[in-house]
């Protein structure tokens, strides 16, 4: 086996991995940010999250980890949209937030 196709199926591999780490992480954000909204009684817009920021980290329980930052909207009334968050490290939830109310 000579070394471009050991070195290809590697970057291959990984990538495989980091697609499937990413579409878990997407799943998680997503119920959280549903919670979320159902406990402070919002109704989530769009139906689901997307990515905002993707960024490597040191990690407690990994050397280097994933940190993933996804926004969502919302709404109160049914009129106006405000921005939530979710921020992931590796499979942990770091954060989640809801945009500040209006005044």
């Excluded at 199926?9 to 780490?21: E, K, M, N, Y």
């Excluded at 980890?65 to 921020?87: I, K, L, N, P």
């Amino acid at each position: 086996m000579s070394w471009e196709l050991l070195v290809a199926a590697i970057l291959l591999a990984l990538l495989a991995g980091f697609w499937h780490s990413s579409r878990a992480a997407r799943e998680l954000a997503n119920r959280v940010a549903m919670d979320t909204c159902a406990n402070a009684q919002v109704q989530m817009l769009d139906g689901t999250v997307s990515i905002h920021r993707l960024k490597l980290v040191r990690h407690s329980d990994a050397p280097l980890a994933w940190r993933r930052t996804y926004v969502f909207d919302y709404t109160e009334d049914g009129f106006s949209r405000h921005h939530g968050f979710v921020v992931l490290t590796g499979d942990s939830i770091d954060t989640v937030g809801l945009g500040p109310k209006p005044v």
